[in-house]
C-alpha cells in the first residue's frame, strides 16, 4: 500500500456490543474513510516502545455495522515490516491490545488486458469512498461492478452515487458495469401473485416463476435508470432458487403453462400433472425431464424479457451501443457443479437451482460467470481440504456446455473475510486460482467484493495481469484441451489457439515433481511468471521437462513461430 489508497477489514467478534476499534499504527499510516456509518475520529500522537505511533478510533454507528472495512494508505518504504496494535473498546469493557504485523507493498505499474476483462464486484458507495482510480487500475483492473442500490426505497441516495462513480471510473478509462439489483424476487414473494405453490398445494416462500408482477417492474425501471447514466452492461446476481424440486411449479397457473408447453411441442404423455408424476418419478421419467426443462426455460425468461426491454428502451433513445448482459451463475455450496456429469440436466445445479447453462447463454446472456469459491465450498460444503484446481473444473465444465460464442468470465473470492479467518487465500493460491481459469478457458475474471482486496491481493493480481498481457490474444482466441504428461505426475491442460498456446502443469502436493510434457504447437516455449526461456521446438508433439518446487503451478506460454530444429536455448 505504498503511496497507494489500499482497503482492510476487522470483523467484531460480537457486534452486537457496538465496538469501537482502536487501532494504533505508526506515523507514516495514514486510516482514511470507513465505509457505511464508520465514523473515524482524528487521530492522536502516543508513544509505543518509544516510537511515535496514531492512535485511531472507528466507531460504528448502529448495530447495522458488523464489519469495520476502510482505506488506509502509507507513505513508509515499500518492503518495509511494521508493528501495530489493535483492540476493541465497549461500554463496560476493552479487549487485550492484540499486536499486528504490517507489511508495506509496493503496488504495481503494469500493464493491462485491452480487452480481457478483470474487475471487482462491490457496493457503489465503496467505490465512491475509494475515490483513487488510478491505484484501483494498479491492482490490474481495467473494469469495475458496482452494486447499484435502485429500488424504490434506496434509489434516491443510490442515483446520486452511481452518477459520481461512473463518471470519476470511466474517466480512468475503466469500464463500469452495474447492477439493477436483487431485491425484487425476495420481495415478490409477499404478495400472493408473488409466491410459488408446492406440491402439497401450499403456498411457499419462493418466487412465483411466472411472476411478472409489481416488483419485477420495479426491477425494470431500475435497468432503464441505469441506461440513463451510462451503464450498457448490466450484472444479476440471481441466487433466487434453493432445492426447489418440489416447491416451486405446482400452483394453477404454472400447470397450465407447462401444458402449453407440451402443446406447443407436439408433446404428448401418460400424466401431465407434476403433482403426481413428481411423486412417482420412476414410473413418469419422460414427464420429470420435461417438466424440469420447462421450470429452466421459465427461469431463463426472467432475463430473456428484462434484456428484451433494455433492448428496447436504448432504441427508443437511440442509443447506438450493444446491450451486454452478465450472470454470476452456479453457485455450488451444498452440492456440485457441472463438472463430472455426462448430461448436464443431471447435475444438482439444474435441478435444484433451475440454472440451463445452454439456455441461459443462448437466449439471455453474453457472459456466463460462474461463482468459484474454492475457499467457501471446499468437498461440497463440508469444509474439507480445498480443492485448488476447482476454478479449472468450473470453468472447463461450463465452456464445454456453452461453446466459444459465450465467453466464460469467472467470479472468484480472496478469501477472508468472505469466509472463516482459517479458510483464507494465500497469495500462492490466490495466483493458482486465477491461472487455473485461464487454463479452463476464460475469457476475463473478477472478485467478489465480500472478500477484501487488500494490497497484497492487488499487488499479486496486477502483477500476474502483467505477466499474461503478452498472451492476450492467445487467451482471447483460445480453446480448452487436456493431456497428459509423458512423464511425472501432474495436471497438464491449457488452451491453444492460431497464435500460440498457453500450457498450465500443476501438482498441489509439497511433494516435488519432475514433468515432461508434450507441447501442441512448435515455438518458444516461455514460464509467464519468470519471462525464462525454458525450450525451444521445432515442431508440435516435442517435449520439454520442467520441475515443481515451491510453485505448484507453473504456466508455459508457447508462441507459436517455427524454430529451427536443434537451436539452443539462449
Known amino acids: 500500500m505504498a503511496d497507494a489508497v489500499t482497503m482492510t477489514r476487522f470483523s467484531p467478534i460480537n457486534f452486537n456490543l457496538l465496538p469501537t476499534l482502536v487501532l494504533e499504527v505508526p506515523v507514516g499510516i495514514e486510516v482514511l474513510k470507513g465505509l457505511r456509518k464508520l465514523t473515524i475520529a482524528a487521530p492522536e500522537r502516543i508513544l509505543r516502545h518509544g516510537e511515535v505511533y496514531q492512535r485511531y478510533r472507528i466507531v460504528p454507528d448502529s448495530l447495522e455495522t458488523s464489519k469495520f472495512t476502510f482505506f488506509w494508505r502509507s507513505s513508509l518504504p515499500a518492503g518495509t515490516t511494521h508493528k501495530a496494535y489493535y483492540y476493541a473498546e465497549w461500554s463496560n469493557g476493552q479487549q487485550d491490545r492484540q499486536e499486528l504485523q504490517i507489511n508495506v507493498i509496493a503496488l504495481p505499474q503494469g500493464r493491462l488486458f485491452e480487452k480481457i476483462p478483470v474487475w471487482y464486484s462491490i457496493p457503489s458507495d465503496m467505490a465512491d469512498i475509494w475515490g483513487s482510480p488510478d491505484d484501483y487500475r494498479r491492482g490490474g483492473f481495467n473494469t469495475l461492478d458496482i452494486w447499484a442500490y435502485l429500488s424504490p426505497q434506496e434509489k434516491d441516495w443510490g442515483e446520486r452515487i452511481i452518477k459520481r462513480v461512473i463518471d ?65 452492461t448490466h450484472v444479476v446476481d440471481p441466487e433466487i432458487y434453493r432445492r426447489v424440486d418440489k416447491s416451486v411449479g405446482y400452483g394453477k397457473r404454472a400447470k397450465a403453462d407447462f401444458r402449453q408447453y407440451l402443446m406447443d411441442n407436439e408433446i404428448t404423455l401418460p400424466e401431465d400433472d407434476p403433482s403426481v408424476f413428481m411423486r412417482r418419478q420412476r414410473q413418469y421419467p ?23 426491454e433494455m433492448e428496447d428502451y436504448m432504441e427508443s433513445l437511440r442509443i447506438d451501443r450493444p ?28 435441478l435444484l437451482t433451475l440454472e440451463d447453462p445452454k439456455d441461459l447463454s443462448d437466449r439471455a446472456f453474453d457472459v456466463m460467470a460462474p461463482m468459484i469459491y474454492p475457499d467457501l465450498y471446499p468437498a461440497n460444503g463440508r469444509r474439507q481440504h480445498y480443492d485448488l484446481t476447482l476454478p479449472w473444473k468450473d470453468t472447463y465444465s461450463l465452456h464445454q456446455l456453452v461453446g466459444d460464442e459465450t465467453p466464460i468470465m469467472p467470479l472468484l473470492s480472496t478469501g477472508y ?8 487465500l494465500s497469495a500462492e493460491m490466490l495466483k493458482y486460482n486465477i491461472l487455473e481459469t485461464i487454463a479452463g478457458g476464460a475469457k476475463g475474471f473478477g472478485f467478489w467484493g465480500e472478500g477484501i482486496q487488500d494490497a497484497l491481493d492487488m499487488a499479486v493480481v496486477g502483477n500476474l495481469v502483467d505477466k499474461l498481457v503478452p498472451a492476450e490474444q ?66 508440435p508433439g516435442q517435449t520439454f521437462t520442467i520441475s515443481l518446487t515451491e510453485r505448484r503451478a507453473r504456466m508455459f506460454y508457447v508462441s507459436y513461430t517455427p524454430v529451427p530444429a536443434g537451436t539452443a536455448i539462449r
Do not use: C
Open 168 to 232: 470519476q471510473y470511466s474517466a480512468a478509462d475503466i469500464d463500469v458495469w452495474a447492477w439493477p439489483g436483487d431485491w425484487w424476487w425476495k420481495e415478490a414473494p409477499q404478495s400472493a401473485d408473488g409466491r410459488a405453490m408446492a406440491i402439497d398445494g401450499e403456498p411457499t416462500k419462493d418466487l412465483n416463476l411466472l411472476y411478472r408482477g409489481e416488483q419485477y417492474s420495479h426491477w425494470l425501471t431500475a435497468g432503464k435508470r441505469l441506461i440513463d447514466h451510462g451503464f450498457y
Open 286 to 308: 419422460e414427464a420429470v425431464r420435461l417438466w424440469h426443462k420447462w421450470r429452466a426455460k421459465k427461469y431463463t425468461d426472467f432475463f430473456v424479457d428484462y434484456r428484451k
Open 323 to 350: 446491450f451486454r448482459f452478465v450472470i454470476y451463475s452456479t453457485y455450488h455450496f451444498q452440492w456440485d457443479s457441472f463438472y463430472g456429469y455426462d448430461d448436464y440436466e443431471t447435475a444438482p445445479p439444474y
Open 417 to 424: 473475510p468472505f469466509t472463516v479467518y482459517e479458510r483464507d
Open 474 to 539: 492467445v487467451i482471447l482466441k483460445g480453446t480448452p484441451f487436456v493431456t497428459a504428461p509423458v512423464s511425472g505426475v501432474a495436471f497438464v491442460k491449457g488452451i491453444s489457439s492460431p497464435e500460440g498456446a498457453l500450457i498450465l502443469v500443476s501438482e498441489y502436493s509439497d511433494i516435488s515433481q519432475v514433468v515432461e510434457i508434450a507441447s501442441p504447437m512448435p515455438g518458444t516455449v516461455i514460464d509467464i511468471e519468470t519471462e525464462e526461456t525454458v525450450a525451444k521446438l521445432s515442431e
